[in-house]
């Protein structure tokens, strides 16, 4: 696609349901990242995938929250049993590369609000 | 620690002045990548710059300058002639070149610009 696609734009949940938040890159990078953005934490560093593959996980802010990337492509950031504190905006990027070579594309976020 | 520090909560400007937003960052790695990104209010963050930290020679784009000094950890920023249309949040990012780190871009938590007409 033209940008990196991120849906849905906007999620209400309640408290204890799960929730998948999905990321499509921009056609042909093979990196991928997710972040979140919080008011009291700022912009926090998730996960990053190199193709389908994610080398480091300890950016995940507990077991609750998993992400996945099949084909190279679509991601999906899946947070199960959602609490109050998970209220944020996830943010998604892609890069041809991995970040330090190449710049990042962000989407526009899912804002995410648990009640 | 690798951490970036954007002191600046938030400017207010009138149009057409300068503005400088400082980012100070700390690092252990002697290879390492700095970035400035915008974010207007519609959400997404918008890639300005990226500089390695063996390249520090000033750069200018149109209004926009970066100030890269080692000396003193500091990448600073500045908009000249500011326009209504710079009004957004500014993020200092800093990413190091270790394997495994490569992924991860540390932010600074953002200076809020707001240029006034």
């Known amino acids: 696609g033209a940008g990196v696609s991120q849906s849905p734009s906007n999620k209400v949940t309640e408290k204890g349901k799960d929730v998948e938040l999905r990321c499509d890159p921009i056609?042909?990078?093979?990196?991928l990242y997710w972040y979140r953005q919080s008011l009291g934490q700022g912009l926090e560093f998730l996960i990053y995938?190199?193709?389908?593959?994610?080398?480091?996980k300890s950016g995940l802010p507990s077991d609750r929250f998993s992400a996945e990337r099949t084909g190279g492509s679509v991601s999906t950031l899946t947070i199960q049993r959602t609490q109050q504190e998970d209220s944020a905006v996830y943010l998604c990027?892609?890069?041809?590369?991995?970040?330090?070579?190449?710049?990042?594309?962000f989407g526009q976020g899912t804002r995410l609000t648990v009640v | 620690a690798q951490k970036v520090t954007q002191a600046q909560t938030e400017i207010s400007v009138v149009e057409k002045e300068d503005v400088t937003l400082d980012c100070v960052y700390e690092?252990?790695?002697?290879?390492?990548?700095l970035f400035w990104y915008k974010q207007p209010p519609s959400g997404e963050l918008v890639f300005l710059i990226r500089?390695?930290?063996?390249?520090?020679q000033n750069e200018i784009s149109g209004r926009y300058s970066w100030n890269f000094q080692k000396s003193t950890s500091s990448f600073n920023f500045t908009i000249t002639a500011s326009q209504v249309v710079d009004s957004a949040v500014y993020f200092c990012?800093?990413?190091?070149?270790?394997?495994?780190?490569?992924?991860?871009?540390?932010f600074g938590k953002g200076t809020k610009l707001s240029v006034k007409p």
């Open positions: 990027a892609s890069s041809l590369e991995i970040i330090v070579s190449t710049e990042a594309f």
């Open positions: 056609s042909g990078h093979t990196a």
């Open positions: 995938f190199q193709g389908n593959s994610a080398p480091d």
């Open positions: 690092t252990r790695d002697t290879t390492y990548y």
């Open positions: 500089r390695n930290s063996f390249d520090e």
């Open positions: 990012a800093l990413s190091e070149a270790d394997v495994g780190s490569q992924g991860n871009l540390i």
